[in-house]
């Protein structure tokens, strides 16, 4: 059975000791850090909330779309779960450093469970070096022009990696309006010929130190020609260059491909993710 230590939702009272959780862990973490405002921790800023035990110091958790366990023992993750099953279950992943949703996911699973999919091995990767292949200089940033091919590409992408069609349920408005902003501000990248979307890649989340590259994609017709590793060196460069942060990814052990273009770029790894979907 599942009890709860002394977990509970943290307010502004606990912002400098989740501040101080998530600098410890600044390029794993940058999801969460993307959200946090210490000035504004309400749910429709965070997009959802805080757990914490001692106040977060003896553990921390992110309760949003995703669960995101940020630190803790295994006593703190068994009280995440608790905290978690006693709520309507309302996100659609697990994810986060392998060893903290490993034991979290165990304490929930025969409530949660089964998953629809997990990805137990996912290589967090940073490139904290100018890109070791020539940037693609095709590759550039998406305009809101752009939106009637990139949006297509950004489903295929969705389907292809998550299994699951992004316009199911309401017809794609959530999901074209995620892209649309992303393209709006800036941070959607793409090559486009002929019309078509070849490369695709997306800075997901934002930090204040790093930036998650995500959404990657080359279409199936182009792949093998090396149009990955161009593009994201190019995505990599607007990173550093552009926003200023370290770029970041995970990818999922078996895309070899994938795995072998982020590392002729000049990725490494620095942890490893989980991700349990649901």
Known sequence: MLTSLASRVLGPPHASVIAAVLAADPYAACVVAARFDPAAMTHARLGGE???????????????????????????????AAMAVRRAKYSASVSGRQELVTPLWEHLEARWGPARAIRWNQPFLICADVPHVEPDPLVRVAHPDDMQQYYPASVSMFTEEIGIDPRVGDGGRSYRT?????????????????????????????????????????????????????????????????????????????????????????????????????
Not at 58 to 67: K, Y
Not at 198 to 223: C, D, M, N, T, Y
Request: with cysteine; charged share 15%; glycine share 12%.
């Open 50 to 80: 805080f757990w914490g035990i001692s106040g977060g110091r003896a553990g921390l958790c992110f309760a949003g779309s995703n669960l995101v366990p940020l630190a803790g023992d295994d006593r703190a993750m068994r009280a995440f």
């Open 178 to 278: 995620r892209v649309a902003e992303l393209v709006r501000q800036g941070r959607a990248f793409c090559r486009i010929e002929g019309g078509q979307v070849v490369f695709k890649a997306e800075l997901g989340s934002l930090s204040p130190r790093a930036a998650l590259i995500q959404g990657v994609w080359v279409a199936p017709h182009r792949r093998g020609e090396g149009l990955a590793a161009a593009g994201i060196a190019a995505v990599v460069r607007a990173t550093q260059q552009g926003f200023g942060r370290l770029p970041c990814l995970y990818v999922n052990d078996f895309n070899l491909a994938a795995r072998a273009a982020y590392a002729r770029v000049g990725f490494s790894q620095i942890a490893t993710y989980t991700s349990v979907l649901l």
